[in-house]
């Protein structure tokens, strides 16, 4: 999709505020019809401006209460037999549920993984049992979040 214009935006804006809002409520909000937001918002799903809809769940709500971010450095040489590092590192990343988000990095450290799990033994055995044995994973470096400051989902359209 090449441009958004105002009522998309403000479509898109409502939506990431409450992704159960019905067509009805967020025409009432942009100025619009009802059937009109319809076919925008069909036209943003297409386009893959809106990606999915999903609920947020409060970590600590269902009993995880640690979060990290982990740095990860993988191998810089590997045997001609073995595959990429980093073609092995992310296939077996995605499969980890205490995982929630995995960016690929510039500089020194190679990953950012954002980690919850249920407490400091759950994050040791993550670390020692999966992370660290992983065949691609030569360091790590850790931070525990102390206090969430902003939380959002929701994109700045």
């Known amino acids: 999709m090449d441009t958004l214009d105002k009522l ?3 479509i898109l804006q409502a939506l990431q505020a409450d992704g159960r809002a019905t067509y009805e409520q967020i025409a009432e909000g942009v100025g619009l019809s009802a059937s009109a937001v319809l ?10 401006v809106i990606d999915r809809y999903v609920a947020l769940v ?3 709500a269902v009993g995880l209460a640690l979060t990290a971010y982990l740095n990860v450095r993988l ?3 590997t045997e001609t037999h073995k595959r990429n590092p980093m073609d092995l590192f992310r296939a077996s990343v995605v ?3 205490e995982v929630v988000e995995c960016a690929a990095l510039t500089g020194d450290m190679d990953y950012l993984l954002c980690v ?3 407490d400091m033994g759950h994050y040791r055995s993550f670390i ?3 992370l660290l044995k992983h065949p691609s994973v030569q360091d790590c470096k850790t931070s525990f979040v102390l206090d969430r400051v902003k939380t959002t989902t929701a994109l700045p359209v």
């Open 8 to 10: 998309d935006r403000q």
């Open 39 to 48: 076919r925008r918002v069909k036209r943003l799903e297409d386009a893959k």
């Open 58 to 60: 409060r970590p600590e």
């Open 75 to 77: 191998e810089k040489h």
């Open 95 to 97: 499969t980890w549920p």
């Open 116 to 118: 919850v799990v249920r």
């Open 128 to 130: 020692m049992g999966t």
